[in-house]
């Protein structure tokens, strides 16, 4: 895990945010079929992602309405769980694009 957030802090970093998406949701699916404690987090996380990729293509309303998917599991993030600090670090960039990118439209 510690390994894919850290791919995942970095392409977003970069803004590459498909690429973020791509890189959690191979994490996602693996641990969906263990019905993992984390699953819900990471589809969170997928999304939050992915909503700045609308961003960047203007589709603004798609790009809400996953934002919305990535609040929904926010609650998920509590310390203690794995790698609690980079999950943490995600969750501030993320949040970083949303003032910058997506604020305004809400």
């Known amino acids: 895990m510690k390994e894919v957030l850290k791919d995942f802090i970095k392409a977003l970093d970069e803004e590459r945010f498909a690429d973020a998406h791509e ?4 994490k996602w699916k693996e641990y969906k079929k263990l019905d993992h404690p984390l699953t819900k987090l990471l589809k969170g996380y997928i999304n939050g992602a ?3 990729e609308l961003v960047k293509r203007g589709k603004t309303e798609g790009a809400k309405r996953l934002w919305g998917v990535y609040e929904k599991y926010l609650p998920l993030l509590k310390e203690g769980i794995e790698e609690f600090e980079l999950f943490e670090e995600a969750d501030k960039k993320l949040k970083s694009f949303f003032e910058r990118d997506l604020k305004e439209f809400f």
């Open 23 to 26: 890189i959690m949701e191979k």
């Open 50 to 52: 992915t909503a700045f």
